[in-house]
């Protein structure tokens, strides 16, 4: 599942820098960090990636919206957790591309000591995440996959930033819906609870079947579009991701009723109902 650590340094150390496309990413599959990356109104997406999300777009014209209110969900969820709830820190599992206000600068802005480390399997976020998101000795970036948990949790760099008997958050903000129902996202999120020290806190967001036909639709191009054929779950399935946490005020909601800041995109835009996220604390 995970690629050795070998080829992949070489392509940080001799690829990161410069503009050419390093080696190991594939220009012509599309990629999940790069779509959102172009939903987001980032740079870092190849012409596959854009025809991608028109076609999301042709069946959902604010499908880009979805992205957006998801990383609205996400900054103010880590506010929350070290502002209010005095986490210090953080894992963030599918950490996805460095953008506006990635979780380190939320983090470090209101409590400079909290440790991030960011985990992704997407070579692209290898390439880029190294240098933007891992800034300080206080932030670390993994290349490694969220269904291999122990490459995770027992990483140098996770255990140096991590002190895992004391309480921490982990974020998996729009990851589980690109497992299959075969690789058991409810395992997965399973294992990640039980590794939480009481205090700890998890963070969900994912695609929503909220009943509407579009979200099937909508899911029916995610699946040709080769993001997994299960992005949009009920509410219901993704309950079951907090099971045995306190779901923090509001609980499970759609990003727009998840204690929205101002500079919530469309709040009143119905497609919110699509995407939802939630924070669960182990008691
Ligand atoms: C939709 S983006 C979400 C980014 C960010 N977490 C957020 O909520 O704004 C999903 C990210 O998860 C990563 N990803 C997908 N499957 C993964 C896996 N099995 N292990 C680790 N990362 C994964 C993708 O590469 C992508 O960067």
């Known amino acids: 599942m995970t690629e050795s650590p070998r080829p992949l340094e070489r392509l940080v150390n001799s690829d990161a820098g410069s503009d050419h496309v390093p080696l190991e990413i594939n220009t012509d599959e599309v990629s999940i960090a790069r779509i959102y990356d172009f939903a987001l109104g980032g740079k870092d997406n190849f012409a596959v990636d854009r025809a991608a999300a028109e076609a999301m777009m042709a069946v959902v014209p604010e499908t880009m919206l979805l992205a957006k209110a998801n990383r609205h969900f996400l900054r103010q969820a880590v506010r929350y957790l070290v502002g209010e709830a005095g986490i210090r820190q953080l894992l963030d599992i599918g950490s996805g591309l460095p953008t506006a206000g990635n979780v380190h600068e939320i983090a470090q802005e209101i409590a400079p000591e909290t440790r991030v480390v960011y985990v992704d399997n997407d070579p692209i976020v290898l390439a880029h995440g190294r240098a933007l998101l891992a800034t300080n000795d206080r932030t670390a970036f993994l290349h490694a996959d969220l269904r291999d948990p122990d490459a995770i949790f027992s990483h140098p760099d996770t255990v140096r930033l991590i002190d895992q008997s004391q309480p921490f958050a982990v974020l998996l903000g729009g990851v ?91 709040p009143d835009n119905p497609v919110h109902s699509m995407h939802i996220g939630g924070v669960g604390r182990k008691p």
């Open 176 to 266: 589980l819906m690109h497992l299959e129902d075969e690789e058991d996202p409810w395992a997965v999120a399973a294992g990640i609870r039980d590794r939480l020290p009481s205090g700890g806190y998890l963070l969900v967001s994912n695609t929503c079947d909220d009943g509407e036909p579009r979200a099937q639709a909508l899911n029916q191009v995610f699946a040709e579009k080769g993001m997994g054929s299960r992005c949009f779950r009920t509410w219901d399935e993704q309950v079951r991701f907090f099971d045995g946490l306190e779901l923090v005020e509001p609980g499970l909601v759609p990003h727009n009723q998840w204690r929205a800041g101002p500079d919530m995109p469309e």
